[in-house]
Antibody, heavy 115, light 105 residues
């Protein structure tokens, strides 16, 4: 069965950095575009970032709200996808979901940015 | 592309036929999906490419639409269908609608 498990969340102060991870299993990871989607407390879903596959040169895409601050990456040898978040803002506080092709989703990891 | 879902809150009874709407600010070219999210859970894909039912999803769920206007229909509401539903376009960038919360009347 497909499984996506996020980790690395926590409480950080504004302007700090945090890297969250997602471990994938149960499918051919190297063939799947991977995404991060977030959900602020009590709010709707927001697409954050996308990374394509090796044949597509690992092209990356970002929401305007995080462009220049967040970096998505992947390690196909480990079936892992990452989100490096720099210069965090209070409005980045959310549950962050890892998703494969937006079809299969992890349970999410909470990131709280507060002083 | 921005997506507007209506209504934002829908009250219905078990057995009702329920219709949820999603309108795009531009042509979505049928690259429209629907997700169900129950409280405290991750979203679940129900429908992709406007009307394709994801594996394992009950046939009471169906999708339709074209251009800028799309619909999710639940033919006969079950109590376990109470959730928030999001539409999602992947034609030009990637955008979620604001959601429709479905509650029991």
């Amino acid at each position: 069965a497909v499984q996506l498990v996020e980790s690395g969340g926590g409480l950080v102060q504004p302007k700090e950095s945090l890297k969250i991870s997602c471990a994938a299993s149960g499918f051919t990871f190297s063939n799947a575009a991977m995404y991060w989607v977030r959900q602020a407390p009590g709010k709707g879903l927001e697409w954050v970032a996308r990374i394509r596959t090796k044949p597509n040169n690992y092209a990356t895409y970002y929401a305007d709200s995080v462009k220049g601050r967040f970096t998505i990456s992947r390690d196909d040898s480990k079936s892992m996808v990452y989100l490096q978040m720099d210069n965090l803002k209070t409005e980045d506080t959310a549950m962050y979901y890892c998703t494969a092709e937006t079809t299969h989703w992890g349970q999410g990891v909470m990131v709280t940015v507060s002083s | 592309i921005q997506l507007t879902q209506s209504p934002s809150l829908l009250s219905a009874s078990v057995g009702d036929r329920v219709t949820l709407s999603c309108k795009g600010s531009q042509n979505i070219n049928n690259y429209l999906a629907w997700y169900q999210q129950k409280l405290g859970e991750a979203p679940k894909l129900l429908i992709y490419k406007t009307n394709s039912l994801q594996t394992g999803i009950p046939s009471r769920f169906s999708g339709s639409g074209s251009g800028t206007d799309y619909t999710l229909t639940i033919s006969s509401l079950h109590s376990e269908d109470l959730a928030t539903y999001y539409c999602y376009q992947y034609n030009n960038g990637w955008t979620f609608g604001g959601g429709t919360k479905l509650e029991l009347k």
